[in-house]
């Protein structure tokens, strides 16, 4: 399976050199416009756009942003590279000329893989599977949803399992092995250096081997002093084997780390076609730096047991349930607030670095009855572990009791699109709804209730990835029960409540598929208000009538069909969220995998047709 949304494009090389890519396009003419796509080399999934115009080359590097999208620097976000392919074919809006004319591979120029891309898959495969412990059709679900975000995290530990790789040695052993064998110029390897959590690259040139620190910049990019930034090591190194970039020779040979021999995949072009299956890395399990959740013997290294592990994404780490108060530094910035307190902006700081926070903040006066509530609230987020619920990452009882949680800094889903309506698709919503019945399918198999269900308490890390939160109301079932029967009604937001919750204070997984169907109207109505200014009793007596809310302008049929499912009056009726997901999952696949292909191959159509890729004249 390819991701690289490009693949198809018959005017994409893949990853080739500039020089090869000025080389393509001589040797097609160097009309003015004739253009081609490769890969960047320098940004996590980002292209370049190499265009001549006036006899002369211009190369246009095309970023790919955290929401998705593709642009040029400073230009508009396009969908993919195709669509914006497509766009820059009508006008030219910043580039030396439109393209015209797309210089198309010939059939025994393939694309050319990048170094990442045969290891890509199954290192998301494998950090989603041990990070979740997701397996089967769930893990392929995390994965689909998940890619966009994973890969970049992934990408920043692929380097180690690449054959030049060589951990922690020192200089000395570096040396060592460098002059073991023959000792070409451009000999070289990468290593951890001692003590400082950077890295090095030791090269044979002359028969001499010289050191050169790498430089990491405050945004964790990579360099040689003075040199290009990168992503990533290996996209430097593979940089640095096309250009010396202040080297005294461009890398050449890899000294290949002696483990790696045995285990590091074959990479394109460098050996023979890859086995399926994941490839212990070379780097030995004596390296994991991560105390805290024993690594078990016999599992492979992940990226998350690195040192260079964003721990963010490595909640595991951190799920310590005291948190000291030395490791908090609290912000003046409430993310928001409640009857408890406010929800403060903060950094939890870690062995491995720190973490931006959410700080659950109990007001100091608050009677003992709202520490408790805070206190189950705690409980039930430390039983659950899911990519679309809010982990807890621990409680600190220092001057006040605060619940520390990971952060979503994009917050509720009711509010954002309300704000953004102009740049949030209905096919993004129905990612994103499909996110939450994934949460709520695995809360339905844990047997917890949420009982709190809605837009508000949908919060959003980025537009493309929404987690679950606010358990404050939430119950976990005994294990014989399917319901939780609360003895008095309390301030309930009853709007989103089932008719047996109000009724008869029953509150199961399926009283939560009911407020899943509320959920998806707020959101396919971009925030609207469910049942306008109507008031509880009404509300009731609307939903008794056998009356449903309107079907959102903008939300698709088969959307509104699912939330009158979720509407269902008797709750042995309505279909539980194992059913929800998966109405929500075929709809989603359908609509994307519709949009892909075919917005793709229009766009290469139009841009293979110089008839259609050329303005008229
Ligand atoms: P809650 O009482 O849990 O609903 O939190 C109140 C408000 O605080 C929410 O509506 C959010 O705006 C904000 N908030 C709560 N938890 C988080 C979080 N983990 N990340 C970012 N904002 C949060």
Known sequence: MSIDPAADLPFYYGSISRSDAEQHLKLAGMADGIFLLRQCLRSLGGYVLSLVWNLEFHHYPIEKQL????????????????ELCEFYSKDSD????????????????????GVFDSLRENMLREYVKQTWNLEGEAMEQAIISQAPQLEKLIATTAHEKMPWYHAKITRQEGERRLYSGAQPDGKFLIRDREETGTYALSMM????????????????KYSMPEGTKFDTIWQLVEYLKMKSDGLLTNLREACVNGKATENTPSLPGTRGKRQNGYTPPPRAVAAVSMPAVAVAEHRDVLPMDTDVFNPYHNPNEVRKFNIQRTQLLIDEVELGSGNFGCVKKGVLKTDSGQIDVAIKVLKSDNEKLVKEEMMREAEIMHQLSNPFIVRMLGLCNAENLMLVMEMASAGP?????????????????VNLMHQVSMGMKYLEEKNFVHRDLAARNVLLVNQQFAKISDFGLSKALGADDNYYKARTAGKWPLKWYAPECINFHKFSSKSDVWSFGITMWEAFSYGGKPYKKMKGPDV??????????DCPTACPERMYAVMKECWTYKHEERPDFKKVEESMRSYHYSISNKAKPEGAAAAAAAAADPAAAEPSK
């Open 413 to 429: 889903l009711n509010k954002f699109l309300s704000s953004n309506k102009d740049t949030v698709s209905v096919e993004n919503i």
């Open 205 to 220: 040139y002359g028969k001499t081997v010289y050191h050169y620190q790498i430089l990491q910049d405050k945004s964790g």
């Open 540 to 549: 009731m007596r609307f939903i008794d009538s056998g009356s449903r809310m």
């Open 67 to 82: 929401n998705g999208t593709y642009c040029l620097t400073g230009g508009k976000p396009h969908c993919g590279p195709a």
């Open 94 to 113: 910043g580039l030396v000329c439109t393209l015209r004319k797309p210089c198309l591979r010939s059939p025994d120029t393939p694309v050319r893989p």
